[in-house]
């Protein structure tokens, strides 16, 4: 569940590219033995929450190989998947073919700066990738920006868990399981190390609800999962 980085052009955004793109074979695998397969549930649970159904029109940022895009067009809804890591698309058109009845589309492109007009989308979702941005707050703008009024936006990460022992606990297993299976299946311990570091400079879920509040949505939320290892952030654009 490391994610790419889809921020503007510059060392960060090119370090963390290489990253992703060299870990794309192998990154499903790793998502579901770093979390016990738990990341599929909280991805499911996202996209229930999202609500899409036919005629809705959905776009999932930094959509990766394709998980949550793919489990939006099964609603029904027209799914743009966008990505900056040419590998994490190639692998997510592959599996595309396993939903030939399926409307849903998968592009290249910045989080940063996407390639839409505003309020082009009902739903526009976020899986593992807010954090990983050059500048997260810029990416949620966007993401708001291209949202129509009474859409609504999701976003789901890594989160810091309020109590400070399960923290604590949960830190070090960021620091030293991790990246071990980093190593181990990927031959790169740093692709996996990153995801401790990325957070720590990310506010996380309460930071993203501030933010979400400050960009003038309404019923704003936040859903904790495993005691805050994980979180869903939420809200609707004001009419």
């Known amino acids: 569940m490391a994610r790419l980085s889809l921020g503007v052009d510059g060392t960060h955004r090119d370090k963390v590219r290489r990253l992703f793109d060299k870990i794309a074979p192998r990154y499903d695998f ?22 899409a159904q036919p005629g809705t029109r959905a776009l999932d940022v930094c959509c990766g190989t394709g998980d949550i895009t793919f489990a939006l067009a099964q609603s029904g809804a027209e799914v743009t998947g966008i990505d900056f890591s040419p590998p994490m698309l190639e692998i997510a058109r592959c599996r595309q073919s396993a939903f030939p009845k399926a409307k ?19 739903v526009v979702s976020c899986g593992y990738g807010l954090r990983n941005l050059e500048d997260w707050r810029t990416g949620l703008r966007e993401m708001h920006r291209v949202l129509r009024s009474g859409g609504r936006l999701l976003v789901l990460d890594f989160g810091k868990p309020d109590n400070r022992v399960w923290r604590a ?60 290892v994980m979180a869903i952030n939420y809200g609707e654009k004001g009419k």
């Open 30 to 51: 790793i998502n579901d033995l770093q979390s016990f397969g738990l990341h599929r549930f909280w991805k499911r649970r996202l996209v229930a929450m999202a609500g």
């Open 104 to 122: 849903l589309n998968f592009m290249s492109g910045d989080a940063m700066c996407l390639p839409f007009a505003d309020a082009s989308f009902d």
């Open 169 to 228: 606990v949960y830190f070090a297993y960021l620091r030293f399981v991790v990246p071990v299976f980093g190593k181990l299946f990927c031959g790169d311990s740093a692709a996996y190390a990153y995801i401790l570091k990325s957070l720590h400079a990310f506010p996380a879920q309460h930071g993203v609800d501030a933010a979400l509040r400050e960009s003038g949505c309404e019923s704003v939320g936040l859903k904790p999962l495993l005691g805050g």
